[in-house]
């Protein structure tokens, strides 16, 4: 449920009954605030007359339409009917411990409409997913939340098969082919496990097979960032976990996330969050 923050912009998702999935359908506002959150928030319109912002762009959906709003993307409900959608939010650990959809992110990160118009059996089977993680959260059943993830991640392949497809059409085989693909996500895979330590690009290259210079074009043509802009999201990801925690200091948790220094882990921390690690610290705090 979308619960006003004392920050505007940054909000920290409650998951009351299941650990990691919540579901949504009534009482929700009609207006809300731009904000973000850790979570990924997926919804399903039920009535024409939505206008919904995420990032810079003004989404007016229609009934039976899907719209996406990924982990730490701004968004802002302009307008909403009563009963005109249900959604629901998961934290971004299920996306970000998965090697397979950390090396599609950009592309999925791309994806935030998904048409019944021009994707009806698409849509439809979308809906049909939400609407089972719905009848999962309202029972009190051995293994919901296992089952509820098991859902989210049929969900996710949908999505992904179709947004790679749409790439792979509109760039063609030749630039987007499974070869390419299996660099990117072993270099993904080799990047998340060596983060906290003092890893190199050259390195990574070397890992994966490929020359220092192809592997940046490569990796930046797929993830559309830089390396050292990559490895830096990685490792704020892994210092906003352990700060969810009080047993570290901030201190400690620069260091253990990989960062040389607590001035570099503060400006790229503010950065990509828009807050300080102390800041997080004491809203995470304050809306446990």
């Known amino acids: 449920m979308l619960k006003e923050s004392s920050n505007q912009e940054k909000e920290i998702i409650k998951y009351p009954l299941i650990n990691g999935v919540t579901f949504a359908e009534n009482n929700i506002p009609s207006v809300f605030p731009s904000h973000w959150h850790n979570a990924a928030e997926f919804t399903v319109v039920l009535k024409d007359g ?26 802002e ?6 009963n005109g959608a249900v959604f629901m939010q998961f934290s971004s650990r299920l996306m970000e411990n998965n090697t397979d959809l950390i090396a599609a992110s950009r592309f999925l990160n791309e994806c935030h409409l998904i048409s019944t118009k021009k994707e009806h059996a698409l849509t439809r089977k979308l809906k049909e997913l939400i609407y ?16 509820c993830k098991l859902v989210i991640y049929e969900i996710l392949i949908v999505i992904g098969e179709y947004v790679m497809q749409e790439h792979r059409e509109q760039i063609g085989d030749e630039r987007f082919s499974d070869k390419s693909w299996d660099y990117i996500r072993a270099a993904c895979s080799y990047i998340a496990e060596h983060a906290s330590e003092n890893i ?7 890992h994966t097979g490929l020359s220092p210079y192809y592997f940046s ?22 210092a906003i976990n352990l700060l969810a925690s009080e047993q570290f200091s901030i201190t400690d ?24 690690p102390r800041e997080f610290r004491k809203l995470h705090r304050q809306n446990r």
Not at 58 to 74: C, F, K, N, Q, S
């Open 50 to 75: 939505c206008r919904y912002k995420i990032g810079e762009t003004i989404y007016t959906p229609e009934a039976g339409d899907i719209l996406l709003v990924w982990p730490r993307e701004l968004h």
């Open 132 to 147: 089972t993680i719905r009848e999962l959260h309202s029972k009190k059943q051995y293994f919901v939340e296992t089952k």
């Open 217 to 238: 074009k490569l990796f930046h043509e797929y993830t559309q960032m830089t390396f050292p802009a990559y490895l830096s999201s990685i490792r704020v990801q892994t």
């Open 253 to 276: 948790c620069a260091f253990m996330a990989g960062f040389q220094s607590t001035t570099a882990f503060n400006k790229v921390f503010h950065d990509l969050t828009g807050c300080t």
């Open 200 to 206: 190199a690009q050259t390195e990574v290259a070397e």
């Open 77 to 82: 409900i302009l307008r909403m009917p009563q």
